[in-house]
T-cell receptor, first 113, second 115 residues
Framework: KQEVTQIPAALSVPEGENLVLNCSFTDSAIYNLQWFRQDPGKGLTSLLLIQSSQREQTSGRLNASLDKSSGRSTLYIAASQPGDSATYLC????????????FGQGTTLQVKP | NAGVTQTPKFRVLKTGQSMTLLCAQDMNHEYMYWYRQDPGMGLRLIHYSVGEGTTAKGEVPDGYNVSRLKKQNFLLGLESAAPSQTSVYFCASADPRGFSNQPQHFGDGTRLSIL
């Protein structure tokens, strides 16, 4: 059974700092891995999707990496800003053709001015 | 585009009452999903549908029923609400032709409290 874990559960950093969020998964047979952002009381916004055959994806100040063999993904945020404060969720799309996502518990990030 | 729309956004129920949550998508997606989100537990799949007229159980299906009578709508029902069903419910949709490189689209959620 696929399990997804995110560490740490919460993180507080000063503005301008570069930071890394971690996601690990137990079964390497995946279609893709997705990173989402969730603001308090809001829905999920897709940030990055890494296909099974890819090693990384970049969007602006965000870079996500994928190492299937070790069951790990990282989300790197460069030059953090207070507006980056949110919960970041990692989700794995397993090998089935049903599209089901298995989510981690999330990392709540606070960027202090 | 509206994307995925959930109705209602908030609801308070008493134990034993019933209600239906509605999810509508305008992207002509074949697949639809219902998740629940509880503090510290991420999102967990309740039920899903791979096409009109089909439904299947997810990770936590007990106490819920679903129906997919029209391709664009996916309904989640609580027949006899229990306090343990207090949660935030998210609906999502996906195009299976884009599974490898397209994310699921999520609604804004329904916040449900059972007293």
């Amino acid at each position: 059974k696929q399990e997804v874990t995110q560490i740490p559960a919460a993180l507080s950093v000063p503005e301008g700092e570069n930071l890394v969020l971690n996601c690990s998964f137990t079964d390497s047979a995946i279609y893709n891995l997705q990173w989402f952002r969730q603001d308090p009381g809001k829905g999920l916004t897709s940030l990055l999707l890494i296909q099974s055959s890819q090693r990384e994806q970049t969007s602006g100040r965000l870079n996500a990496s994928l190492d299937k063999s070790s069951g790990r993904s990282t989300l790197y945020i460069a030059a953090s800003q207070p507006g980056d404060s949110a919960t970041y969720l990692c989700a794995v799309h397993g090998s089935s053709n049903t599209g089901k996502l298995i989510f981690g518990q999330g990392t709540t990030l606070q960027v202090k001015p | 585009n509206a994307g995925v729309t959930q109705t209602p956004k908030f609801r308070v129920l008493k134990t034993g009452q019933s209600m239906t949550l509605l999810c509508a998508q305008d992207m002509n997606h074949e697949y639809m999903y219902w998740y629940r989100q509880d503090p510290g537990m991420g999102l967990r799949l309740i039920h899903y549908s791979v096409g009109e007229g089909t439904t299947a159980k997810g990770e936590v299906p007990d106490g819920y029923n679903v129906s997919r009578l029209k391709k664009q709508n996916f309904l989640l029902g609580l027949e006899s609400a229990a306090p343990s069903q207090t949660s935030v419910y998210f609906c999502a949709s996906a195009d299976p032709r884009g599974f490898s490189n397209q994310p699921q689209h999520f609604g804004d959620g329904t916040r449900l409290s059972i007293l």
